[in-house]
Every structure is written in structure tokens, then in C-alpha cells.
Nanobody
Framework: QVQLVESGGGLVQAGGSLRLSCAAS????????MGWFRQAPGKEREFVAS????????SHANFVRGRFTISRDNAKNTVYLQMNSLKPEDTAVYYC?????????????????WGQGTQVTVSS
């Protein structure tokens, strides 16, 4: 079993920044790709970013590219999402997840462990 706990969410004004963290416990995440997803009220969960098991490859959704950056520290069993230039439309619950594979993955079905999520609210 893997437990994932997200932190770092909160209320921020448009144009501001937040850094989300996802701390893993239980089994290691260091040999798996990791991802961030988000879900706004009334919408489906959508892919935000993914990082390979070594951290050497990343993928970001078009709507966050250039603003958000995913990274990981395998020694700390932690994954991060740096979010800059936040917009009101970024408001959502953000989830981290462990992939079933080592390479970047963009579909929810490619992930087997999920955190409980952290709320990010961006005011205009």
C-alpha cells in the first residue's frame, strides 16, 4: 500500500504562486512515475502534469505549460508542483497519484494510488 498526502493548497490572488507537495509513505514511489491531476466542481478530473521515475522526463498539460512545473525528490519520497501565474480557472482540488508505470502518463487509468487532494482557490 502507498499513502499519498498532498499539502500546500490554499487561497491566493490571481497572478500569485503556490507550491504543492505530495508526501508518500508505505511503499516507495521512487521507481514509478508520478502525476498531478485536478478536479473543479462539476467537471471531470483532468491531467495536469506527470514526471518519470528518474525525474528526467516531464509532461505538462497545455493549459499549465510555462506556468506549472512538476518535480520530485526520491530521497524524500516527495513530488512537487510549483504553480506560478495562477488564474481563477486554476481553482480546483489538486490530487497527486502514483502511476502503474515508470514513464510519464496522462490518463487517470494509468494510476493506481491517489491522495485525498488539496484545495487551491484563486481569486480574481
Amino acid at each position: 500500500q502507498v499513502q499519498l498526502v498532498e499539502s500546500g493548497g490554499g487561497l491566493v490572488q490571481a497572478g500569485g504562486s503556490l507550491r504543492l507537495s505530495c508526501a508518500a509513505s508505505g511503499r516507495t514511489i521512487s521507481t514509478y512515475a508520478m502525476g498531478w491531476f485536478r478536479q473543479a466542481p462539476g467537471k471531470e478530473r483532468e491531467f495536469v502534469a506527470s514526471i518519470s521515475w528518474t525525474g528526467g522526463t516531464t509532461s505538462h498539460a497545455n493549459f499549465v505549460r510555462g506556468r506549472f512545473t512538476i518535480s520530485r525528490d526520491n530521497a524524500k519520497n516527495t513530488v512537487y508542483l510549483q504553480m506560478n501565474s495562477l488564474k481563477p480557472e486554476d481553482t480546483a482540488v489538486y490530487y497527486c497519484a502514483r502511476s502503474k508505470v515508470r514513464t510519464v502518463a496522462t490518463a487517470t487509468g494509468q494510476y493506481d494510488y491517489w491522495g485525498q487532494g488539496t484545495q487551491v482557490t484563486v481569486s480574481s
